[in-house]
């Protein structure tokens, strides 16, 4: 079974701002997101990885080039990892979403909610799950950096623990932290939720 290791991004101004990035570009690591970038890479360095994927926003790619770098290996980019589409809600603070009568939807029924002109976070499911599953399938018993968002990877996670959508909510993905999982087309093992580095690496 091939093992991916699920990579949020590092810390950016939008998020310290408390303001909602979905596709924006030209956000890039903050300080604080540089150093989570150089922390993944003393903890991942020397395990054998074998390629590494990113969304194509900025953030993500930046926090993929120091691993990159150390392993002398390049950075595949998937359009189908980015971050949510949230449409016109990009950009706004998530105090002021907050007061929406929309709010109570995403937080507890998120399958019944369309970002108004974005997606559903039923397509963000999908179109992330479809993408994983083809780099499981290309990747037999490899190991494999995937660098993307908050949502994505908890959606992902919900999908291979056969959680239901409305409930991924519940999981958490801070910046800078690794995910593991184990799957193949049959089965779907989580190893680890949410590892800040520094820890310890073991894969069953």
Do not use: C
């Amino acid at each position: 079974m091939p093992t991916l290791l699920l990579i949020r991004h590092g810390e950016n101004d939008y998020l310290t701002k408390n303001k909602l990035p979905g596709r924006i570009p030209g956000i890039h690591l903050n300080r604080r997101g540089q150093e989570q970038a150089a922390e993944l890479t003393r903890t991942l360095t020397g395990l054998p990885i074998k390629a590494i994927y990113s969304s194509p926003l900025e953030r993500a790619i930046e926090t993929a080039e120091p691993l990159a770098k150390s392993l002398g290996l390049g950075i595949q980019l998937l359009p189908d990892l980015t971050d949510t589409d949230v449409g016109n809600w990009a950009g706004h603070s998530w105090k002021m979403l907050g007061r929406t009568r929309f709010w109570k939807i995403i937080q507890q029924a998120p399958s019944q909610f369309q970002f108004p002109g974005g997606e559903t976070f039923v397509q963000a499911q999908e179109r992330v799950v479809n993408t994983l599953d083809a780099l499981a399938a290309s990747h037999a018993d490899e190991l494999v950096a995937v660098v993307f968002h908050a949502d994505p990877i908890k959606l992902a996670v919900a999908h291979y623990l056969g959680l239901p959508l409305d409930r991924f909510q519940r999981l958490s993905s801070y910046t800078g932290s690794v995910t593991i999982l184990k799957i193949d087309n049959h089965t779907a093992k989580l190893l680890a939720l949410n590892l800040i580095p520094p820890f310890p690496f073991e894969i069953e």
